[in-house]
Nanobody
C-alpha cells in the first residue's frame, strides 16, 4: 500500500525558509519519479519540483528556480523540499506525489496524473 506523508509546513515571514519532508512507503524508492505540487486557494494545482530518485534528474518550476531545492534520502525513503527566500505568492497547500513505476527519466506529467498523493502540508508566507 503506497503511502506518502508530508511534514514541515508552517507560517513564516517573507524572506524566510522552510523544509518540507515526504516520507514514502509501500513501494521501492529507487529510480522512481517523486515530487512536490502546490495549490493556492482559487488556483489550479501546479508543479513545484520533481526528482528521479536514486541520484537522478530534477525539474523546477520557473517560479521557484534558484530558491527551492528538491533532494532525497534513499535510506530514509524521503524526499525533501528546501524552500528559501519565501514570498507571499508561495502560500499554498503543498502535496507530495509519487509514481511507483521504475523509470529512467521523470517529467511533470508522470506525476500530475498519479494516483498517489499525500494529504498535503500548509505553507503560509506573510509579508
Amino acid at each position: 500500500q503506497v503511502q506518502l506523508m508530508e511534514s514541515g509546513g508552517g507560517s513564516v515571514q517573507a524572506g524566510g525558509s522552510l523544509k518540507l519532508s515526504c516520507a514514502a512507503s509501500g513501494f521501492s524508492f529507487s529510480s522512481r519519479c517523486m515530487g512536490w505540487f502546490r495549490q493556492a486557494p482559487g488556483k489550479e494545482r501546479e508543479v513545484v519540483a520533481i526528482i528521479l530518485t536514486d541520484g537522478g534528474s530534477t525539474y523546477y518550476a520557473d517560479s521557484v528556480k534558484d530558491r527551492f531545492t528538491i533532494s532525497e534520502d534513499n535510506a530514509k525513503k524521503t524526499v525533501y523540499l528546501r524552500m528559501n527566500s519565501l514570498n507571499p505568492e508561495d502560500t499554498a497547500m503543498y502535496y507530495c506525489a509519487a509514481n511507483p513505476t521504475r523509470r529512467s527519466y521523470c517529467f511533470p506529467e508522470h506525476l500530475s496524473g498519479s494516483d498517489y498523493w499525500g494529504r498535503g502540508t500548509q505553507v503560509t508566507v506573510s509579508s
